[in-house]
């Protein structure tokens, strides 16, 4: 720590920062644009000015920028000295010379960092009288708009797009008083994080066009914080809702999991949650009279439902919180509950959890990811399925320069250097994987083969570490001696990261991971190996903790009449099953059941259909890929703006049938209870009620706003209902209000932190004010509970695999490959992410093609499971022969698919 004197009062502060940084820690505001804690420093927009003396005898002093100034100690600054007040507020005017000053119809109005800093530094009169400077606006895709009028010239967007999220289709053009930031021509940005633009960016140039089909200012929103649910990374979310629909997803800020960045399917993939397209009201079909119900009706169908029926069966949810999923499990029973998931992927969750509970390899975080400088990703296309993983291993790579710079005395907030160094000096990655992929360009080496041969490859690696494991002896030389090189290369780092998951559907790559790790960790003296796995579901962890068959087990039971009905709690069987098969077993409506938020094929097909809340809508936990139980809150109450609806969370549906059948008392209530129900049957969960804040919790006597406190118009959002307005729901879950009435300052207490404002910031960059150190921890330290954590119990889970001799492929073997939109199943019902899925297509590789005498615009037809398939081709150079990639996950393409043989592939000709 260094002391330093700002305006004669002396503060202790962090000297690796610099002086901006410093005074932001310190609760002292300085205007500042270019700088950003996930950049660094530039100086390029010179807003940050501050007076240094040499002393404290020095009354003339000299400006400087803060921003690109060290800590040093016993430094002497002013802010609120005459000439860096006068220097600021010239520059900020300077700034706004070509400014359009459109802000009453921009919609970065009310949440505009220019805004704030231009109050800041009292610039209120414009005295520029002549012509301004007009570009012209860009197409950038669906999902953000371009005003390149608004620009300050900051360099952030450019700085990040290119050099952090390593972009290649966007940057800066021209020179002097014609900066322009944008592409070479119109068209779709690239990046798959590319919407983070719209927060990083100070003013309007990057507006969200999702939001602004339905546009309301930041104040008139409710907000609650959300856990996004579309892969495992469990990325923390603010959500914002008017009228009872959606209106906008931002990033919230966790300092070990997504920090400021959250990918582009978390931040525009939320339009599912409409009501409009939604089930609203429980049906019931019989002899095909279709009858709608309220609430008393259905439940008591639901009890008759069970006493008609021997045995029903519960298929549980991956998608779904832990609540749903143990409410469901304790009105079937134990031994009648299924988690849905195939025989497939029942066994590598497994063996993840397994190695979580029970191993001592040490599991990362997301934020960890970035600093590790081996990594080798195994049987996983991070880009595709967990983009915001991937941006955390380009960023380890890039952090050799870290190192480098540190040498030579530089800060690494001083990015000027960096930048240039880290073209040259670069961290290793290796990659494993059928086909190539987005990572590829800056990996050391990728291996591009079929999933065994990955395999073989890494028990080659693990047995060059360790020599108890069994050797591998059908590799060729070259890929002995690439074993040969990693193994050398993983031990010899100071941290070696091991990355593998679940979307193969392969169990044995995964225990091969884990077998290199262990390796590592048992052959080598103080080094560090780390692992992540990563699945297809936000809780596809927390489901399998409670057990379960899987849903070829299911299906054996009503093969053999062990089992009559069925219930599926927010399940579709054709997302797992072939078509035909689904048709057959779900031809009986009679004895099904289903509760969900989405009209599925599956809740097309049951008798009795109950509709449930969604994750905007209700309140639960999930359990992310590191095993942290993360909390996702209700952000509004949908039958608050009609009646009508008869919308409920799965688990009071399930809890009201069971006490009903029970003949006892409704025992949960909210939340709490249900929670506190699971935590004492299953011990791993037991922390989760000890470290999360119970619905009574209150500060001051009050509960946290979910609004702003500018909120206004609160009145007209039932008007076109009732010119009466209505009180407030009451939310007997959590600890929130369904208002702007409440708390809503940072608070050590509060690590669940609906949206990001303080006076003066309304910006995203009022994240500085919920944090002890800007850029680090939140003053209520990081949201979450490790439920493996404190697991003592080590277990050594090395694997012998048996390597297999395989025969050249005489069949076309399906494997499966992904895009980011498309693949994951909630994101498929919205129509924002529709109208961008990728056109499906047939993978296969190009001596395939070759040989079949193929085309590039060439259509193939074939047959598997009983379903005839007609698709356009995409040729591969690296995908293995007899290899067929088909996208697993969409409509139409279940993931029993993954491993069937293709017999017979041809050409369609029209």
């Known amino acids: 720590m260094a002391k330093i004197y700002i305006d004669s009062k002396m503060y202790n502060v962090n000297e690796s920062d610099n002086l901006l940084q410093a005074c932001l820690s310190v609760g002292i505001d300085i205007p500042y644009f270019c700088w950003h804690p996930l950049l660094g420093s530039l100086g390029a927009c010179r807003q940050c000015a501050v007076t240094q003396y040499s002393s404290f005898e020095d009354s003339k002093g000299r400006l400087i920028m803060s921003c690109m100034t060290p800590v040093t100690n016993g430094a002497i600054i002013s802010i609120k000295s005459t000439e860096s007040e006068v220097f600021r507020s010239a520059i900020v005017e300077l700034l706004l010379t070509n400014h359009p000053h459109d802000c009453p119809v921009c919609e970065e109005g009310g949440h505009c960092h220019l805004q704030d800093m231009t109050v800041m530094t009292k610039h209120s009169i414009r005295k520029y009288r002549f012509q301004k400077r007009i570009h012209k606006n860009q197409y950038l895709g669906p999902f953000i708009k371009h005003e390149m009028n608004r620009c300050i010239a900051c360099y952030r967007c450019v700085r990040y797009y290119n050099d952090y999220a390593d972009g290649l289709d966007f940057g800066v053009y021209g020179s002097n008083n014609s ?46 914080p959300g856990i996004c649910q579309n892969c495992s990374v469990g990325c923390n979310i603010s959500i914002g809702e008017r009228y009872g629909e959606i209106r906008r997803i931002e990033n919230r800020y966790h300092e070990n999991i997504n920090h400021y960045l959250i990918c582009d399917l978390g931040r525009f993939g939320y339009s599912q949650t409409s009501l409009h397209q939604r089930p609203k009201q429980p049906t019931y079909i019989n002899n095909n009279n279709l009858t709608v119900l309220n609430f008393n009706e259905a439940i008591k169908i639901g009890v008759d439902f069970f006493k008609k029926y021997k045995r029903v069966i519960g298929v549980g949810s991956a998608r779904s919180s832990i609540e749903n999923n143990f409410a469901l499990q304790e009105l079937v029973g134990k031994e009648n509950f299924s988690n849905g998931m195939s025989k497939k992927e029942q066994a590598c969750i497994k063996l993840i959890l397994e190695c979580l509970k029970n191993n001592d390899i040490y599991i990362p975080s997301l934020k960890e990811i970035e600093s590790y400088d081996v990594i080798l990703v195994l049987g996983e296309d991070l880009t595709q399925t967990s983009a915001r993983v991937a941006l955390a291993v380009r960023q380890a790579i890039k952090r050799r320069v870290q190192e480098i710079t540190k040498l030579h005395g530089i800060p690494k907030w001083n990015v000027s250097s960096n930048i240039h160094i880290s073209e040259k000096f670069k961290n290793s990655l290796y990659i494993m994987h059928t086909h190539e992929s987005k990572l590829d360009n800056i990996s050391e080496w990728s291996y591009f083969a079929p999933i065994h041969k990955q395999v073989d490859l890494a028990s080659a690696i693990a047995y060059k570490l360790d020599k108890s494991l069994p050797k591998v002896l059908n590799l060729s030389s070259v890929l002995k001696e690439k074993a040969l090189l990693i193994a050398n290369r993983l031990i010899s780092s100071k941290k070696t990261l091991i990355i593998s998951g679940s979307h193969s559907f392969s169990d044995a790559i995964i225990q091969a991971s884990i077998n290199i790790a262990k390796a590592i960790k048992t052959n080598t003296i103080h080094h560090h190996v780390g692992a992540t796995f990563l699945t297809s579901s936000s809780n596809s962890l927390g489901v399998e903790l409670f057990e379960g068959m899987s849903i070829e087990c299911v299906l054996d039971e009503f093969k053999q009449k062990k089992a009559d ?92 049938i069971k006490s009903k059948i029970d003949n006892t008392k409704i025992c949960w209530f909210n939340l709490d209870d249900i929670i506190n129900a699971y935590s004492k049957k299953y011990s791993f969960f037991e922390e989760i009620p000890k470290k999360e804040l119970y619905s009574t919790f209150r500060i001051h006597g009050q509960k946290i706003a979910r609004s702003p406190i500018r909120s206004s118009g609160r009145t007209s959002l039932r008007a076109n209902i009732d010119v009466h307005e209505p009180c407030q729901p009451k939310d007997k879950n959590t600890m929130f209000a369904f208002s702007m009435e409440g708390y809503n300052q940072p608070h050590a207490s509060v690590s669940h932190i609906p949206f990001a404002w303080f006076p003066g910031w309304n910006s995203p960059q009022a994240w500085n004010k919920f944090q002890i150190e800007t850029g680090k ?62 056109l499906e297509y047939a993978l296969i590789s190009l001596s395939d093609g070759i040989k079949l005498g193929l085309r590039k615009d060439s259509i193939v037809e074939f047959n598997c499971l009983n379903k005839d398939y007609r698709l356009a081709i995409k040729l591969s150079k690296y995908l293995s022969e007899k290899q067929i990639g088909l996208p697993i996950g969409r409509q139409g393409f279940p993931a029993a698919l993954v491993g069937e043989k293709i017999k017979f592939l041809q050409e369609f000709i029209k």
């Open 179 to 224: 900066i322009y930031f944008g592409r070479v021509e119109d068209g779709i940005l690239e990046s798959e994080h590319s919407g983070n633009l719209i927060e990083l960016c100070p003013t309007g140039v990057f507006t969200d066009k999702t939001h602004s089909k339905k546009y309301n200012r930041k104040w008139d929103m409710q907000y609650a």
């Open 565 to 656: 009905a069925i219930i599926f709690m927010e399940y579709d069987l054709y997302r797992v099953l072939s078509e035909n098969y689904c048709n057959h077993f779900l031809k009986n409506k009679e004895n099904i059941i289903t509760i969900d938020h989405q009209y599925t094929e599956t809740y097309k097909k049951s008798a009795l259909s109950l509709p449930a809340t969604s994750f905007t809508e209700s309140s639960g936990t999930v359990i992310n890929f590191e095993g942290r139980a993360q909390r996702f809150f209700q952000v509004y109450d949908p039958n608050f703006y009609d009646k009508k609806n008869c919308l409920f969370d799965s688990w009071k549906w399930l809890h009201f």
């Open 777 to 838: 921890n939140l003053i209520s330290g990081d949201s979450g509970v490790h439920i493996f954590k404190k697991n003592n119990s080590k277990k050594d889970i090395y694997s012998n695999l048996v390597v297999k001799n395989f025969v050249k492929e005489k069949f076309w073997n399906v494997i499966p490959y992904y895009h980011l939109f498309g693949n994951e199943e909630l994101t498929q019902y919205s129509s924002t992410i529709q109208e961008n899925i990728p």
